[in-house]
């Protein structure tokens, strides 16, 4: 049975930073795609960062130089590490596992497995 735990989400002002974090049990985040995703009320998932099995990792061009993905394989949890956020990063972040192998990590489908998501708010 599959489950994924994010962690870390909160309220911070403009220019903030927080890490979010996603406990994974039932699968193994070794050799698998894994992402972030957020969706604001109103706006359609939008993938956020990927990380591949070789460890490559991208961006949106949104989040690109502000936020860094990062894996502890030993401790099957993924990281978001998110700084100098803005009040248009607010939104429900969620982490996500492919349940197979893919060609590419950044995209947004072949993802199966997802968390019940972590809340971030930005005031300005």
């Known amino acids: 049975q599959v489950q994924l735990v994010e962690s870390g989400g909160g309220s911070v002002q403009s220019g903030g930073s927080l890490r979010l974090s996603c406990a994974a049990s039932g699968v193994t985040y070794i050799r698998r795609c894994m992402a972030w995703f957020r969706q604001a009320p109103g706006k359609e998932r939008e993938g956020v960062a990927f990380?591949?099995?070789?460890?490559?990792?991208s961006y949106a061009d949104s989040v690109k130089g502000r936020f860094t993905i990062s894996q502890d394989n030993a401790k099957n949890t993924l990281y978001l590490q998110m700084n100098s956020l803005k009040p248009e990063d607010t939104a429900m972040y969620y982490c996500?596992?492919?349940?197979?192998?893919?060609?590419?990590?950044?995209?947004?489908?072949?993802?199966?497995?997802w968390g019940q998501g972590t809340q971030v708010t930005v005031s300005s």
């Open positions: 996500a596992v492919a349940r197979a192998w893919l060609p590419t990590c950044a995209t947004g489908s072949g993802y199966n497995y």
């Open positions: 990380i591949g099995t070789d460890g490559s990792t």
